[in-house]
């Protein structure tokens, strides 16, 4: 199917509030997500992801445009995700920590495991999040039909993923057909992140703190691609030591601009804008 050219459009669309940050974004759809690129996809997911930190009413507004003419909040004890739906697609998106919900902070610092559903362990804190939302997001995927897909960012990150495994795993839910998670934490132990095979793309951001931990020495492990921003914030794929090395780069140059990039490189407004400027660059658009 072709792309129309409003759809290939990338001018920014804006929801605002009085003395508010604008919300800005670039994506628009109207045919099955399936038909984007890769990269055109880790754009949506990105925007939706960073559209999740938003009221509800800002989201939807913001989601209408995009092309979801449905949004449903979920919040439960602080855990929150949205549903977004059209025509052709659902997308359960999971909302990142939030520094002044105690209930995020008690789940990224709850490091110890507990025995995941399907094999392996999983960090306790972010299953409880999962648990959570779980019961609200599952009402409305046993009788969907159309293509699911689940994304968010940090804490977000590792909701999505623990709920998409479990989504996979369950005969009542739609199956997802894929994966996108920007700046996640690792979230189980290596038979945990082995069980499942789903399309995982996995964003990190050169320095990003959030990426690095909890730790390999606990036991835990990635999973899904790897899709590394280097420090100029352009997707490359590394071996070890040139990362070390990229790394190491991007720290210095953070420090001479007096920041410490392993914290502003977790960002999710990072993460769009760096994506952005690769869909333009695939895509061959030029800044007006």
């Known amino acids: 199917m072709t792309i129309s050219e409003k759809e290939n459009d990338l001018t920014a669309q804006v929801v605002s509030d009085p003395n508010e940050v604008p919300l800005v974004f670039h994506s628009h759809i109207n045919t099955n997500i399936s038909n984007y690129s890769l ?3 880790s754009l949506l997911f990105a925007e939706l992801s960073m559209i999740a930190y938003n009221d509800p009413n800002e989201a939807e507004r913001a989601v209408n445009l995009i092309g979801f003419p449905v949004s449903i909040f979920f919040d439960y004890d602080g855990a929150q995700g949205y549903f977004f739906e059209n025509d052709h697609d659902a ?3 999971c909302r990142g920590t939030e520094p002044h919900e105690w209930n995020d902070i008690h789940a990224d610092a709850n490091v110890g495991t507990v025995l995941a559903e399907t094999t392996g362990r999983v960090h306790r804190g ?12 599952e009402k409305h995927l046993q009788v969907l039909d159309k293509t699911l897909w689940f994304t968010g960012h940090s804490l977000g990150a590792a909701m999505a993923t623990i709920c998409s495994y479990r989504c996979h795993n369950s ?4 199956n997802p057909v894929e994966l996108y998670t920007y700046g996640s934490p690792r979230v189980g132990n290596k038979s945990y992140v082995n069980y499942l095979n789903l399309n995982h793309y996995r964003w990190v951001n050169n320095n990003d703190i ?6 390999v020495w606990m036991g835990y492990r990635h999973t ?9 914030g352009m997707l490359r794929s590394l071996n070890y030591g040139a990362k070390r090395f990229d790394r190491w780069h991007g720290f210095l140059r953070g420090l001479r601009k007096f920041r410490i990039d392993h914290f502003s490189d977790h960002s999710v407004h ?11 660059k695939e895509e061959g658009i030029l800044d007006k």
């Open 39 to 41: 990269l055109r996809k």
């Open 91 to 93: 997308v359960v998106v």
């Open 126 to 137: 972010f299953k409880q999040e999962a648990d959570d939302l779980w019961p609200m997001v």
């Open 171 to 174: 005969d009542e839910c739609a």
């Open 210 to 215: 959030v990426t690095r931990v909890p730790p």
């Open 224 to 232: 899904g691609t790897e899709m590394y921003l280097n420090r100029n």
């Open 270 to 280: 990072a993460y769009v804008t760096h994506i952005l400027k690769a869909v333009k």
